[in-house]
């Protein structure tokens, strides 16, 4: 049992650590926005729309309303079995809509139909259907390509809405991943992670990459692996939001974490035997995001170190200190990174739910089989 127990607590030891560093990073002083650029580039806007009736008027509006020259921008949407209302309101719209007939759909099979299609651009923005964005979106990031530092960039996804406690925490959990996943890792001049919506792409590289793309469940991390064996670097641009519809059900909660987890693990096999290679070429980007890929989600890291505490102070005392120790640590690094914004009454309440979180994502482990092979959509669209 000695043994066991030491095995289990450094593979949570190696997680927190790793919270910690990148963590307390975020923490170091931002970068200022980037200057006023004196080129101004032509955008295109992806959406890929499966089913996002509820929800794809508003994304689209939001990237229309852009304080950008009209004539260096389009938005495309690619309709994926959406209502014939819905597609016919979007005709009307000063959009360019692609309707999609996909046996079986995907995000990737969605944005390859888009871009066989299209030519002619300078960068590429990916959205998802239930995203919104400010109307200086476009004038920032084109200020941040202007800088030459990254040639693809991850916008501050974040929360849309805070209706339920579920989404309070799932807001939280967006912002601590902002903060140790893409900040934190700029801070340290590595890339930030990818996120699947709110990324920018040199039009060209993104149309080309996307050719070897088939990715049925974490496209974006296909993506982000792909791109950074090549070498590529990913900027992460914090005062550039889009916000993002957050879970505000368990059930929908489960699915989606499911396909995360199992992408993880997929996209991990599919690369490690690039490992050695790249090691030795100093591709650190590349293999610190292919180790990331074993990293447990937040909530398994927080809640077992406590419950392994709590168990071992009853039948092995003397074991006990160093798990009280390690959840205090990776309180630490989760709780510093939650931003001021969120720090109120509501999600103090929200965090009674974070029991039932924890076995709602152990659970989860258990449903992984076909998770990776199936296209698991989430509905979107905002429960009064």
Avoid at 39 to 59: N, T
Avoid at 239 to 246: M, Q, R, T
């Amino acid at each position: 049992m000695g043994i066991i127990d030491w095995i289990i607590y450094l593979i949570l030891a190696l997680n927190a650590a790793y919270l910690l560093l990148f963590a307390f990073a975020a923490k170091a002083k931002r970068r200022q926005p980037a200057p006023t650029a004196k080129q101004l580039r032509s955008f295109v806007f992806l959406i890929p729309a499966y089913r996002e009736d509820a929800v794809i008027e508003e994304c689209a509006s939001s990237c229309l309303n852009q304080n950008y020259p009209r004539d260096l921008y389009e938005v495309v949407v690619i309709s994926d079995k959406m209502l014939a209302e819905t597609n016919l309101r979007l005709s009307k719209m000063p959009i360019k809509l692609i309707e999609a007939r996909f046996e079986k759909s995907t995000k990737s099979k969605s944005l390859n139909l888009a871009l066989s299609q299209l030519e002619g651009y300078d960068l590429c923005v990916v959205m998802d259907a239930d995203n919104v964005i400010q109307p200086d979106f476009l004038t920032q990031v084109n200020n941040a390509f202007a800088e030459g530092r990254h040639d693809i960039f991850q916008a501050h996804r974040t929360a849309k809405n805070l209706n339920t406690d579920l989404a309070i925490l799932d807001a939280a959990s967006e912002e601590i991943n902002n903060s140790i996943f893409r900040l934190g890792h700029a801070n340290l001049g590595l890339s930030a992670a990818l996120i699947g919506s709110g990324m920018i792409f040199d039009f060209d590289v993104f149309k080309q990459k996307m050719k070897t793309i088939t990715a049925v469940g974490g496209f974006d991390r296909n993506l982000e692996l792909s791109f950074l064996k090549e070498g590529h670097s990913i900027g992460y641009i914090p005062h550039v939001p889009v916000y993002d519809e957050k879970t505000q059900e368990y059930t929908v909660f489960s699915n989606q974490r499911r396909r995360w987890i199992s992408a993880q693990l997929h996209y991990f096999s599919v690369f490690a035997g690039d490992l050695p290679k790249e090691l030795i070429k100093g591709n650190l980007d590349f293999c610190n995001k292919l180790m990331q890929q074993l990293l447990l989600p937040r909530i398994i890291s927080l809640g077992t170190p406590l419950l392994l505490g709590l168990a071992t102070a009853i039948f092995m005392p003397a074991a006990s200190p160093k798990w009280f120790t390690l959840f205090f640590l990776v309180s630490i690094a989760l709780l510093i990174s939650i931003p001021k914004s969120l720090w109120n009454k509501r999600l103090l309440i929200a965090s009674l739910q974070l029991p039932k979180t924890f076995w709602v994502m152990f659970l989860t482990f258990f449903k992984l089989k076909g998770a990776n092979k199936n296209f698991i959509h989430t509905q979107h669209g905002v429960k009064k």
